[in-house]
């Protein structure tokens, strides 16, 4: 992994669905109540804090992509969805947005 790069895509794991959690309201506020959101795959990105891009199931056939940014912990800075991609499928590649 380069310094600063994204890892490479990995499994959801329960911190990951926890994180996506923690923003679904943000998501939801912005597009619609979703009947379930189920965190797939992530990578994550060392930066001033950390960015995490998560594939998030949505539906049976409906995935959405989240970026959520966990700043510094002495900014104290709640964890906060800067990003997003709707219309995505169980194929789409999880990538840098």
Same mark, same amino acid.
């Given at each position: 992994?380069?310094? *600063?790069a994204p890892t490479a895509t990995q499994p959801a794991t329960?911190?990951?669905?926890?994180?996506?959690?923690?923003?679904?309201?943000?998501?939801? +506020? @912005?597009? #619609? #109540? /979703?009947?379930? /959101? @189920?965190?797939?795959? &992530?990578?994550?990105?060392?930066?001033?804090?950390?960015? &995490? /891009?998560? #594939?998030?199931?949505?539906?049976?056939?409906? /995935?959405?992509?989240i970026r959520a940014f966990e700043s510094l912990p002495h900014?104290? #800075?709640?964890?906060?969805?800067? *990003?997003?991609?709707?219309? @995505? *499928?169980?194929?789409? +590649?999880?990538?840098?947005?």
């Amino acid at each position: 992994m380069m310094c *600063g790069a994204p890892t490479a895509t990995q499994p959801a794991t329960a911190d990951i669905q926890a994180i996506a959690d923690r923003v679904r309201s943000q998501l939801e +506020e @912005k597009e #619609k #109540k /979703f009947p379930m /959101f @189920k965190a797939v795959e &992530f990578k994550s990105q060392v930066v001033a804090g950390m960015v &995490f /891009f998560i #594939k998030v199931q949505v539906d049976e056939d409906n /995935f959405v992509h989240i970026r959520a940014f966990e700043s510094l912990p002495h900014e104290r #800075k709640p964890l906060a969805l800067v *990003g997003y991609q709707t219309h @995505k *499928g169980r194929h789409d +590649e999880l990538t840098y947005f």
